[in-house]
């Protein structure tokens, strides 16, 4: 038996006035999965446990089958491990974003326009980390350049316990109360104020403006963490397992549990991604010996950061198109189980994650699954009753264990 993960991240919202009351799965043409939620297990499953934010790392990692209340240490230490950071059990990391800030003067008074600064491209953001760089790294503190707006910033010999948010979560808003509290935060922020006075005048910048893109002036730290710490997948769960992600974090994850990253060519971290090539790389990792494939794209996720609802539902239905039909062609008659699922919700209205639990899809091709779902949508999962209260179960169900 095979298992397929189809990680739509952010994929679940609520019902939107300009969809006509729809909610964006709702909205969605997606005849694959019509086809198969009569004869599939539909419900819906806490992914973030009480008490912890609604992020994609405490997500993902539930979906993956990992407690996270046992195991999270941070988020940006797994993005750390994807970017093939040593990490020593004292140090402590932070995510970077390159963000676009406002213009206007107090530094406070700033307004949070773009948590990606336009989704700047890896190349940009290359030479503006390497010029932060002269002016920030020494003995104490490091940054390491990433993909796109997502970098990292180590600190040795670090000390947890600062208060920091996550700047797609203030997108729109004056920054003032979200600054950073607590340990290190007159550090972090004079990170922070230096760079906006680095960055807003640098020639890169001074492009972008000039091609009508959003400038990225500016670093905003958050997601601190230290060396992560989860149990190897194919010892916890009998799997040999992988991974197809874009983004760091979902690889940090993979590589810390001993998991296979899986690259493919052409995949991003946006609706521009190539989902079909996700889907088939899965399926030669299946046919090559895994047992287990996680396919997570970040496309609805990003949709719903920006409140684009038409591009949120242009992502779903390129993963009904291009990623649940081809797996559907590709498996055949091989015994195989899919979960569909997002990780959390990220709702176009509010821009940012929140903790509501998501529905769940499980179909399996050996059995019907059936409970009572005419359609995979937030409302149908939650009118079937199936409610799983941990996300972590979600694999025990995939693998037909609960």
Excluded at 72 to 86: C, F
Excluded at 250 to 260: E, L, S, Y
Aim: charged share 25%; aromatic share 8%.
């Amino acid at each position: 038996m095979k298992y397929i993960v189809v990680l739509g991240d952010g994929m679940a919202d609520k019902k939107l006035p300009e969809l006509g009351g729809k909610t964006c799965l709702e909205a969605a043409a997606t005849p694959n999965l019509d086809r198969l939620a009569p004869i599939a297990e539909v419900g819906l499953c806490k992914t973030v446990p009480d008490g912890m934010k609604p992020g994609s790392d405490v997500a993902n990692m539930s979906v993956m089958g990992f407690d996270p209340t046992l195991c999270y240490t941070g988020r940006s230490p797994l993005e750390a491990v994807s970017m093939g950071i040593d990490l020593s059990d004292t140090d402590v990391t932070l995510r970077c974003n390159l963000v676009t800030l406002s213009a206007v003067e107090p530094y406070n008074k700033k307004v949070m326009l773009d948590y990606s600064a336009g989704e700047i491209t890896t190349a940009e953001a290359a030479e503006l980390i390497d010029y932060l760089k002269g002016y920030f790294d020494n003995e104490k503190y490091c940054l390491y350049g990433g993909i796109s707006y997502r970098h990292c910033l180590v600190i040795k010999n670090g000390r947890t316990g600062s208060i920091l948010t996550p700047p797609h979560d203030i997108s729109d808003r004056t920054i003032g109360e979200w600054l950073p509290k607590g340990e290190n935060a007159e550090i972090y922020l004079a990170f922070m104020e230096k760079s906006y006075e680095l960055l807003k005048d640098h020639p890169v910048n001074l492009k972008r403006i000039k091609e009508g893109k959003n400038p990225a002036n500016g670093i905003w730290l958050w997601g601190e963490g230290t060396k992560p710490r989860l149990e190897n997948f194919e010892r916890l769960h009998g799997l040999k397992g992988g991974v197809i992600s874009a983004v760091d974090l979902v690889k940090g994850i993979a590589r810390t549990a001993g998991m296979r990253c899986i690259e493919v060519k052409g995949a991003t971290g946006d609706y521009n991604t190539d989902f079909e090539g996700k889907a088939n790389a899965a399926c030669d990792a299946l046919e090559g010996g895994l047992d287990y494939v996680y396919i997570h794209m970040e496309a609805p996720d990003e949709c719903g950061h920006h409140g684009d609802c038409k591009h949120k539902i242009y992502s779903i239905e390129q993963i009904d198109k291009k990623v649940v039909a081809t797996i559907l062609r590709r498996m055949g008659n091989e015994p195989f189980t899919m979960l569909v699922c997002p990780d959390h919700p990220t709702p176009c209205d509010c821009k940012t994650h929140v903790g509501d639990p998501v529905p769940y899809l499980i179909y399996s091709n050996t059995e019907n699954l059936g409970n009572g779902a005419k359609r995979y949508t937030e409302a149908e999962a939650a009118a079937t009753g199936a409610y799983l209260p941990h996300g972590y179960d979600l694999i025990k169900k995939l693998c037909r264990g609960l």
